[in-house]
């Protein structure tokens, strides 16, 4: 398999405004069709889409993913839910729907740590079910720390992990869990290869938040003035490099970008040091961020 074909286009800009470093906004119809079209072309064959992202679903089934594998995600469930098997049968329903398709190649839960609480098993039997019945061809979770398949993993078996690498956090590989999951045969999906952009923004251009890491900020620009390298190759080649994740996701805001991704993908760069590694929640984890 070759580094394209490992890559996996996500949509969350195609029905939101998503991402620290998006000044584009949401694509226009015309756009996700225009960058569907050439990402099949050049050899990428997986969506990972969410009911969250806004209206991405209904989009992407406007512009056809019939020759898609798509991914899509389970948001919460809601608390006090009587019919659990009833709700989620009826999400995923809707998002067939939306999607112009007959079946989802994987179908993630958003909020795993929802396995561990009182519906936890019946939630999963319910996942299992689906698959079982051909709604879906794979299951599994979306995490944000390694740590939560400490608990989730002993209970239950997935199909798909999706998880978040890039240069600074690499928690899936040191924590040992990279290894683990392809020793189970577990397909490995990372997410935030650019940290929603973070990562390749100049250095003036980064929100006033992200001051406090002002000296990871300056080894990383020097690492790569020293590389003669750019911040996407880096990347790029520190995704690339591990050979036990399956599927890189990489999001665009717009078919430029996706080109002048894949332009990139193969050339020689250096990996990234680990002195480049965080472990500070605050920074590695979008939701902790704040913006305002």
């Not at 839960?109 to 936890?120: D, R």
């Not at 740590?147 to 078996?157: H, I, Q, R």
């Not at 590989?173 to 577990?186: C, D, H």
């Not at 250095?203 to 006033?208: F, T």
Request: aromatic share 8%; charged share 20%; glycine share 6%.
């Amino acid at each position: 398999m070759t580094p394209i074909n490992r890559i996996a286009l996500g949509t969350a800009q195609f029905g939101q405004a998503y991402g620290v470093a998006n000044h584009s906004g949401q694509l226009s119809l015309e756009e996700i069709a225009a960058t569907l079209d050439f990402a099949l072309l050049k050899g990428i064959d997986t969506l990972d889409t969410a009911i969250a992202y806004g209206d991405s679903e209904k989009r992407l089934g406007e512009a056809g993913v019939s020759a898609w594998k798509v991914i899509t995600k389970l948001p919460a469930m809601p608390e006090n839910c009587r019919d659990l098997v009833g709700f989620i049968k009826n999400e995923v329903t809707n998002s067939l729907n939306r999607l112009r398709i007959s079946s989802i190649y994987g179908l993630l839960l958003h909020c795993p740590k929802q396995l561990l609480e009182k519906k936890g098993d019946l939630l999963y039997e319910t996942l299992v079910n689906l698959k079982t019945e051909k709604w879906v061809n794979k299951i599994g979770i979306s995490i944000y720390s390694p740590d939560e398949l400490d608990k989730v993993c002993a209970l239950y078996n997935f199909d798909i992990i999706q998880a978040p690498y890039n240069v600074i956090d690499q928690r899936i590989v040191t924590s040992g869990w990279l290894n683990r999951l392809k020793e189970s045969n577990i397909e490995v999906h990372t997410r935030s290869m650019f940290l929603q952009g973070l990562l390749l923004m100049p250095i003036n251009s980064r929100p006033k938040f992200f001051n406090r890491w002002d000296q990871l900020w300056n080894r990383w620009n020097t690492w790569l003035q020293e590389q003669n390298i750019s911040p996407l190759q880096a990347c790029l080649n520190m995704a690339i490099s591990q050979p036990h994740i399956d599927r890189l996701l990489i999001g665009v805001d717009s078919l430029y970008q996706l080109q002048q991704i894949l332009d990139n993908v193969g050339k020689c760069a250096a990996i990234p040091p680990d002195t480049l590694m965080s472990n500070d929640t605050d920074l590695i984890n979008p939701s902790n961020w704040s913006l305002v």
